[in-house]
Every structure is written in structure tokens, then in C-alpha cells.
């Protein structure tokens, strides 16, 4: 299947609005804004597709109007099933200046012998806020039955997710993820060394003070049972955050708890 999605908002007034907006099935947009009278637009990406398949093709594009505000939320885990050639996805994010971009899907789990790659290209003017999340599972660690007595644990072939980040046409960041359990060991020291499941979270925002945020992250974090993280500042005035740990809904709680503490901050002082 090729399915595409382009999300296109307006501002005006204050209030961010949903524009031109045109998916292809399996994609269902919809508006899920509580407050009508706020500036950031909530809208939920979902699909009418059990997961993603074999030679299945997602092409996704996301622009955001100057000044404007848009958190997308998924509706549900992205499985991504059994396969012989593989599937991809490219999603591409435009930020025009001033505007805000919250992305923080639920976690991928990768079913026996999937192969996936995806491409996430995201371009930032000045003054804008990115929050953008990632997690990787083993798999289908508690599944039991004929195929799979002890659980889908590192099963899958080829997991490859690459996301690049520019600024005003710069690339400023670019993480490179790549898992091919079956070539490489994933308990290896330098892999995942025990661990089952991983998150990342980029936070770009001019207006944060990223000392402060830092500090906050790690207090937060440190609390958290049985993981293992990183707090890093970027080339920019940001933070990059990694997560090992057992549970997907634990990683998936703590990037959506890290995003809501870091709007209580107060924004960093510009003044000479």
C-alpha cells in the first residue's frame, strides 16, 4: 500500500487552524482541541490499518503556518508485521518562523522478520520550538503462543530510522538508528547491553535555558525505576535526552512528562 498525508495550518487571530488538509487510506485525521480558544492546535493521526506491512509505503508531510502551534498526537502503537522485501516511511516537517511542532508518537514494535526504514526530515526558521520523540521496542516481548513460545525478543531483521534536523537550511542535528539484531548482538556492550527498549527526545527552543531544563530532566528521570539515560545540549540552544529501559509505556509516560515540564520553565533572559 502507498498512502500519503500533508497537514497544512493557518494562524490568525491567535488561534492555530487546521488549513488544507489531504490523506490517503489507511490515514484518518482528526481534531481533538479541547480548549477551542488556545493557540496550539491538537490534531490525532490515525489509521484504519492494523499496522504497517510488506512493500507498504508512507509518504507524510506536515507544514506549520509562522507563529503557529501544532501537537500531533497517533492514536496506537506502530506494529510493523512480518515481511520479505520491507516497508518505508518518509515524513517531512516544514516550521516557518516563530511556529511550534510537538511529535511524540507511541512506541514502535517491530513483529518477527519486519524490515522498516524511515526518514524523518524536519526545517526550522528562526524562533521556532521543536519537541520531537522516538522509541524503539524489541518487539513483541510478551506475546506467547505456537510461533513464538518465550516472546518476540530482538526478532526482527532491520529496524532503520535516520532524522535530520536543519535550521534555516543548516543540518544542525542528525541521528542515525540502526538494528539489525540477527547481524549484531543487541546485549552487547555499546548496544542495548541488557536493555529492551530506548527512547529519544529533541527539544529545540530558543527561549528555553537549557541548564535549567537540564536539571529539571535529570531530577525527573532520576526518579524513574529500572532505566538508564543521557541529558546532552545540542549545537543550538537545545537538549537531546536517551532512554534505555523494559517497559514502552514507562519511556512513552516519561517523554510526555518531560515535554509538560519543561512548559512550566521560565524562558531563558535575551536582555544584554
Known amino acids: 500500500m502507498k498512502a500519503k498525508l500533508h497537514i497544512q495550518t493557518t494562524f490568525n487571530n491567535g488561534q492555530t487552524k487546521l488549513g488544507n488538509c489531504y490523506f490517503s487510506p489507511p490515514f484518518k485525521v482528526m481534531n481533538i482541541t479541547e480548549d477551542k480558544t488556545?493557540?496550539?492546535?491538537?490534531?490525532?493521526?490515525?489509521?484504519?490499518?492494523?499496522?504497517?506491512?510488506?512493500?507498504?509505503?508512507?509518504?507524510?508531510?506536515?507544514?506549520?503556518?509562522?507563529?503557529?502551534?501544532?501537537?500531533?498526537?497517533?492514536?496506537?502503537?506502530?506494529?510493523?508485521?512480518?515481511?520479505?522485501?520491507?516497508?518505508?516511511?518518509?515524513?517531512?516537517?516544514?516550521?516557518?518562523?516563530?511556529?511550534?511542532?510537538?511529535?511524540?508518537?507511541?512506541?514502535?514494535?517491530?513483529?518477527?522478520?519486519?524490515?522498516?526504514?524511515t526518514r524523518n526530515k524536519i526545517y526550522l526558521h528562526d524562533e521556532c520550538s521543536l519537541v520531537w520523540g522516538e522509541i524503539l521496542t524489541c518487539g513483541r516481548k510478551l506475546s506467547t503462543g505456537l510461533l513464538s513460545e518465550n516472546g518476540e525478543v530482538f526478532s526482527f531483521s532491520k529496524y532503520h530510522s535516520i532524522t535530520e534536523v536543519f535550521l534555516n537550511s543548516k543540518l544542525i542535528i542528525k541521528e542515525n538508528l540502526l538494528m539489525q539484531p540477527l547481524l549484531v548482538n543487541p546485549n552487547l556492550m555499546g548496544q542495548m547491553e541488557g536493555f529492551t527498549h530506548q527512547a529519544s527526545l529533541i527539544l529545540l527552543n530558543n527561549e528555553m535555558n537549557v541548564a535549567e531544563a537540564g536539571d529539571v530532566i535529570n531530577d525527573f528521570l532520576m526518579l524513574q525505576n529500572e532505566i538508564i539515560f543521557g541529558v546532552s545540549a545540542t549545537g543550538v540552544n537545545g537538549l537531546i535526552i536517551r532512554i534505555l529501559g523494559y517497559k514502552a509505556a514507562q519511556l512513552h509516560d516519561c517523554l510526555k512528562n518531560i515535554a509538560a515540564l519543561l512548559q512550566t520553565q521560565k524562558p531563558v533572559s535575551h536582555a544584554s
Not at 71 to 83: A, G, I, K, P
Open 38 to 117: 488556545t493557540k496550539q492546535l491538537q490534531l490525532m493521526l490515525m489509521s484504519s490499518s492494523p499496522g504497517i506491512l510488506d512493500e507498504d509505503e508512507y509518504e507524510m508531510k506536515i507544514d506549520v503556518a509562522a507563529n503557529a502551534a501544532l501537537h500531533l498526537h497517533t492514536q496506537s502503537y506502530q506494529r510493523l508485521f512480518n515481511m520479505q522485501k520491507g516497508a518505508k516511511q518518509l515524513m517531512e516537517v516544514h516550521l516557518q518562523k516563530g511556529s511550534s511542532f510537538t511529535f511524540l508518537p507511541h512506541p514502535s514494535v517491530p513483529h518477527k522478520k519486519s524490515i522498516f526504514t
